[in-house]
């Protein structure tokens, strides 16, 4: 079972940054992508981001693209996420996943979450 602990949230105004982590631990697969998902209060969780094992290809929503960059160095080494640009209606608690299934952005795929980390953009 792999592990994964996010980091990096916090209050932010409109327009402005943040960057999130997610550190895997543990067991880890030789071969699987990871995703950044977002839960906001009263909604069903939603796909944010991935990034496969080696990095080079990425997948992003609609909604972030242009504003938010996932990235990794290493298939053992963090995931990041760049948030630019930020609105209110990014605000939302921000979970990493581990998945087997190639650029995939169904959260039944994902089978590892992290505990999530609180993004709260203010207006």
């Known amino acids: 079972q792999v592990q994964l602990v996010e980091s990096g949230g916090g209050l932010v105004q409109a327009g402005g940054s943040l960057s999130l982590s997610c550190a895997p631990s543990?067991?880890?697969?030789?071969?699987?992508?990871m995703g950044w998902f977002r839960q906001a209060p009263g909604k069903e969780r939603e796909f944010v981001a991935g990034?496969?094992?080696?990095?080079?290809?990425?997948y992003y929503a609609d909604s972030v693209k242009g504003r938010f960059t996932i990235s990794r160095d290493h298939a053992k080494n963090p995931v990041y996420l760049q948030m630019n640009s930020l609105k209110p209606e990014d605000t939302a608690v921000y979970l990493c996943?581990?998945?087997?299934?190639?650029?995939?952005?169904?959260?039944?795929?994902?089978?590892?979450w992290g505990q999530g980390t609180q993004v709260t953009v203010s207006s």
């Open positions: 543990g067991r880890t697969f030789t071969s699987y992508s």
């Open positions: 990034i496969n094992w080696s990095g080079d290809y990425t």
């Open positions: 996943a581990v998945t087997r299934v190639y650029g995939s952005r169904w959260e039944s795929d994902f089978d590892s």
